[in-house]
């Protein structure tokens, strides 16, 4: 590469991307970097090391919630993947151009009820006495809402209502990503014999690969921070969730019932770390930054 | 299913190609049929899945409190009833309601426009020009993006109060307009879908940066830009967290902590309300409302979400 | 300590003389420093209360949207009062909305409200802490006023002897009954809970399908535990608690609960489910229930028709010499100790707790003020919805709530609904449910800074 070219983008990319630098020092930088030095210090700011990660882990919720949060990822994150690709991909085949529109604006719906409104509908889904699907309800045994919120099936209830709101939204960007790969490609391995399964296998999800990564990598972060479903239910139900149900909850609980920030960032600094490996991992092994 | 057969890839071919348009029969047709309907019906069980409980929350609209729990649950009530619940709703202190509803527009529409201006080039820089930090840049976005909500609350609330912002729509909209998702969006989207030879071309041509900016990527950004607005804006629309914890008078409120405000009032969630209640047919009248602007921008903004993108625009 | 002070600055640490367990100063310790972050804690003084300069100005007033026409009453009765009137969720469900703002506040020192509504008992265990609340039997509000309220009913507010908050309502439980129903099959109302338990089982008996009453709610053990003088939520001192959920007191009560559940007249749904709205609400021989329930249930929720709901004291245990009664909640009003304008942030308080305008008329649950509470009374009967004097047993019931279930910070309500109601949709029995309750509310308990006693 030329050096006069380096030199001419490098102070143009600066000027592109200062505004958006300002905004993520003051909304992202300065906040995170202060929630790691509360998770760090004590009420009266002197630095107490670990104390406050030790104080998180023996707080006899800590476990259960760490256990909650798991078992809800391992629902979520593989019907998330597998469903949004699965379904996107069978949408993209739909060629009925009308058809195809009008199944991604109804797959969407549910993203515009996000929070309080979608869990309000879910509290009426689940209830047998006024659900519309109370005949499947009935056919799993379950008679009352209280047999249905146990807390055994919490973890399916919230993937369900999860991706319920969230995986129209995902799919419509799978879509037009899909479109985005050119006609010509897939007409190539259609000529090489290929078949949908394959030409799926083996032209298009490659091609989504960045997509993919970027959903498992918020989706896995959205999961970890578990908060408005559970934190709605346990209000708006009989309570069987807790208030304690997830570790963002049992941070929230810290921070603002116990008056403990610091315990509040520390949990929060776990997570955090927590999600930062996970997308290392997958960073690393879906070569993400790689600017091909 | 799907298997691998010619014939299925025949089914992939180009869009534009009607299903039911004759096409030269291929060599082991059988397949096709069972494999599109079991498409089909897969998609159907999920727009069912996707639609009924928003169906339901629109016919709960047109109910009284009683006929909710006592009919049948996807039954329409009456328009009647429905005009009943607009009148209580809207007697809810005041036309609160249309405050809230006022307020959301506000926060969400100034916040886009600051995201649009800022994520955009910032997307585009990133994915399309070389500058000393990129590479961390890009790190830190995604470190911010995973980063807990709970936490970020406390610091910011001491951050804005710093700046004397407290109670200000500008207290809301700034940290709105921060939006690390929509400049990965962005970046993804200039990354994969722009072509490097064309900028290359356009410098070539003796455009300048900012030029090769203008006049080459943002006209073909449309998606991108569709993308990330649509996305800011249902994410500033729904967000509920922040307003809750940032804003102290509740005629500042958007919409869905007004929800929760109204959710709070219903005795069969919150025993303690009394007897000028709101009932449930009422909050989910309230919650159509809270939708409404979110689904009427997504048809609008659905042609840009899926557009061929760069493919069409350099073969057409 | 000494350094802690020094360190933190608030002086709230005068009241933890009493605090021992080195737990329960540790997270005090937290509180009082976070409380004081930012600008070295002047205010908060509780015993010798300073008031902050009296500037006079607008009356900030918080409460729940029921509470907003007490508010614009006075307001309209007082239109000189600058008043800045915010609805806000009342703290309901516990969503502990009003102590994340104060929080916030304390850390910000600005922007408190003057008088709060909140329809949570324990909002003192915090906001005394936090340096919120203004004592309000320090000079105040007069000894004489203070007097009307209900026996114990201020007992939520006291710390140490200080008042910190007033009552807005009493929810003490009272027997509800189906009066034409009662007549019609010739049944007596039951004054032991001997008797109900055997009329539970006649009725099952003889009309099966119906209740005398509901297991199912959140507020389960404050209806029946609480009644039955259960030890289970002791509070005291300010960080002290002593659980003892296992005792005689509680197991005859979860044992007459499970007898009642298992031949099915005992309810496992919440009253205020859609499937127990659906499916029983016609089906009510008897409830007991704290006094809300005649509006806000019967009236509001399930529209029984008038001339049929009565109501009778709380049965009692055979052979127990004092009567004793549970609550359900009822709301309280704070006033803030950085109020400006105290003076008519008081007179905006007395008014709204003691107002026959007001709490004798308006107000939806039983006024905690007794003279208020007598013109609610006589209002109520003369409405003819109920079936005969509903004042007596409500007013003898007020004077009777057992004095040693108390309100700590942590949610008795929640604790219920995570460790029991999930084991009792699964078909177990109260009684084999009360170790891991207890457990439960010692873990809930000492996680929130509280010395236990088993």
């Known amino acids: 590469m030329a050096s006069g070219r380096v030199r001419w983008p490098g102070r143009a990319g600066h000027g592109f991307v200062t505004p958006y630098v300002v905004l993520l020092i003051a909304f992202g930088v300065v906040p995170t970097g202060y929630a790691i030095y509360f998770a760090f210090t004590d009420a009266g700011d002197t630095f107490v090391g670990l104390s406050n990660f030790l104080a998180a882990a023996n707080d006899f919720r800590f476990v259960t919630a760490v256990g909650h949060v798991a078992i809800y990822l391992i629902c979520w994150l593989p019907s998330l993947v597998v469903l949004v690709v699965a379904l996107a991909l069978t949408l993209h085949r739909v060629t009925v151009r009308s058809a195809s529109r009008a199944l991604r604006f109804l797959y969407y719906v549910p993203g515009a009820l996000a929070g309080t409104t979608g869990v309000l509908v879910w509290l009426f889904m689940l209830d047998p006495a006024v659900s519309p699907a109370a005949f499947l309800l009935h056919a799993f045994g379950f008679d009352t809402f209280g047999q249905v919120v146990a807390p055994e099936h919490l973890p399916i209830l919230f993937t369900v209502i999860a991706f319920w709101t969230g995986a129209g939204g995902w799919m419509v960007v799978m879509y037009g990503a899909l479109n985005n790969i050119s006609p010509d490609l897939i007409e190539a391995a259609k000529i090489d014999g290929a078949g949908a399964w394959r030409t799926a296998r083996h032209v298009q999800i490659p091609l989504l690969r960045k997509w993919i990564v970027y959903m498992v990598i918020l989706a896995f972060a959205g999961g970890t921070q578990l908060f408005v479903e559970p934190q709605l239910l346990s209000q708006a139900s009989v309570g069987v969730a807790g208030r304690d149900y997830s570790l963002n909850q049992l941070s929230y609980d810290f921070a603002f019932q116990n008056n403990n920030v610091n315990t509040a960032a520390a949990v929060s600094v776990e997570l955090l770390l927590v999600g930062l490996v996970v997308a290392g991992l997958f960073v690393a092994r879906s070569r993400f930054f790689d600017a091909d | 299913m799907p298997t691998d057969t010619p014939a299925d890839a025949r089914r992939t071919a180009p869009r534009r190609h009607s299903v039911t348009a004759p096409r030269p029969a291929p060599p082991r047709r059988g397949h096709c049929g069972p494999s599109s309907a079991l498409s089909a019906a897969v998609l159907v069980l999920f727009a069912l899945f996707f639609t009924v409980p928003v169906l339901w929350l629109v016919l709960a609209a047109t109910k009284t409190d009683e006929q909710l729990v006592h009919g049948n649950p996807l039954s329409f009530g009456s328009w009647q009833a429905l005009r009943a619940n607009w009148a209580a709703l809207s007697g809810f202190q005041d036309d609160v309601v249309l405050l809230w509803l006022r307020n959301s527009a506000l926060y969400s529409c100034l916040a886009l426009v600051i995201t649009l201006c800022v994520a955009i080039p910032a997307g585009y820089a990133l994915a399309l020009t070389e500058f000393r930090g990129r590479r961390t840049l890009l790190v830190v976005t995604l470190i911010v993006m995973i980063m807990p909500n709970s936490t970020l609350v406390v610091p910011l609330f001491l951050e804005i109060n710093a700046v004397g912002l407290i109670g200000s729509t500008w207290s809301v909209v700034l940290p709105f307009s921060f939006f690390p998702f929509g400049v990965y969006l962005a970046h993804i989207f200039f990354s994969t879908a722009l072509p490097r030879e064309l900028l290359a071309a356009a410098r070539l041509d003796g455009c300048s940066e900012f030029g090769v900016f203008r006049h080459v990527a943002l006209p073909l950004a449309t998606p991108a830009v569709a993308l990330v607005g649509f996305f800011s804006f249902v994410g500033n629309w729904t967000n509920y967290f922040l307003p809750y914890v940032l804003l102290p008078e509740s005629d500042q409120l958007p919409i869905q902590v007004g929800l929760g405000t109204l959710l709070a009032n219903v005795p069969q969630f919150n025993p303690t309300a009394g007897a000028l209640a709101v009932e449930r047919p009422q909050l989910a009248l309230a919650a159509l409302l809270a939708i409404a602007p979110v689904l009427v921008i997504f048809l609008f903004a659905q042609r840009f979400l899926v557009a061929g993108m760069l493919a069409g625009a350099t073969k057409e | ?330 709301g309280t009003w704070l006033l803030s100790a950085h109020s400006t304008n105290l003076k008519a942030a008081t007179d905006f308080l007395t008014w709204v707790t003691t107002s026959d305008e007001y709490q004798g008329t308006e107000a939806p649950g039983y006024p905690a003020h007794a003279p208020a509470a007598t013109t609610w009374l006589a209002k109520q009967n003369s409405s003819g919805y109920y079936a005969g004097d509903i004042a007596a047993p409500l007013r003898a019931a007020a004077g009777q709530v057992w004095p040693e279930w108390g309100y700590g910070q942590f949610s008795q309500e929640a604790i219920w609904a995570a460790t029991v109601t999930p084991g009792l949709t699964a078909g177990k029995s109260i009684v084999s449910l009360l170790p891991a309750w207890q457990d439960a509310i010692v873990n809930h308990a000492r996680a929130n800074g509280y010395a236990v006693t088993r």
């Open chain 3, 1 to 330: 300590m000494t350094t802690a002070v020094g360190a933190g600055g608030a002086a709230s640490f005068r009241t933890t003389r009493r605090r021992t367990a080195s737990f329960a100063c540790a997270a005090s310790l937290v509180v009082a420093a976070v409380t004081a972050c930012g600008a070295g804690g002047t205010t908060g003084v509780q015993h010798g209360f300073q008031p902050v300069p009296q500037t006079g100005g607008t009356v900030t007033v918080w409460v729940d949207a029921t509470r907003l026409v007490a508010a614009e009453m006075y307001q309209k009765a007082h239109p000189s009062v600058s008043m800045n009137i915010v609805s806000y969720d009342g703290d309901a469900n516990g969503s502990n909305y009003l102590q994340t703002k104060v929080s916030l506040f304390n850390r910000t020192r600005e922007g408190w409200p003057d008088v709060v509504f909140s329809s949570q008992n324990n909002e003192v265990t915090w906001a005394v802490d936090a340096g919120f609340t203004a004592p309000l039997n320090k000079g105040l509000l007069p000894e004489s006023l203070l007097a009307d309220w209900a026996p114990n009913a201020n007992d939520p507010c006291l710390v140490d002897g200080t008042l910190y908050c007033l009552r807005n309502d009493l929810s003490q439980t009272v027997l509800w009954y189906d009066a034409s129903l009662m007549r019609q099959w010739g049944y007596q109302v039951p004054t032991t809970w001997e008797d109900y338990e055997a009329l539970g089982k006649r009725v099952a008996q003889e009309h099966p399908g119906y209740l005398v009453g509901s297991a199912g709610d959140v507020f389960t053990p404050e209806i029946y535990l609480w009644a039955s003088k259960c030890g289970a939520n002791q509070i005291t001192g300010p960080k002290a608690v002593t659980v003892r959920a296992t005792g005689p007191n509680c197991t005859r009560m979860a044992a007459l609960l499970d007898t009642l559940i298992e031949n099915r007249t005992m309810s496992t749904s919440s009253v205020f489910s859609s499937d127990f709205d659906k499916n029983l609400a016609g089906k009510i021989l008897m409830m007991p229930g704290p006094a809300w329930f005649g509006g806000a249930l019967f009236q509001d929720a399930f529209k029984v028709p008038a001339g049929r709901i009565a109501v009778a004291p709380m049965p009692q245990w055979s052979g127990e010499e004092e009567p004793a009664v549970g609550n359900v909640g009822g």
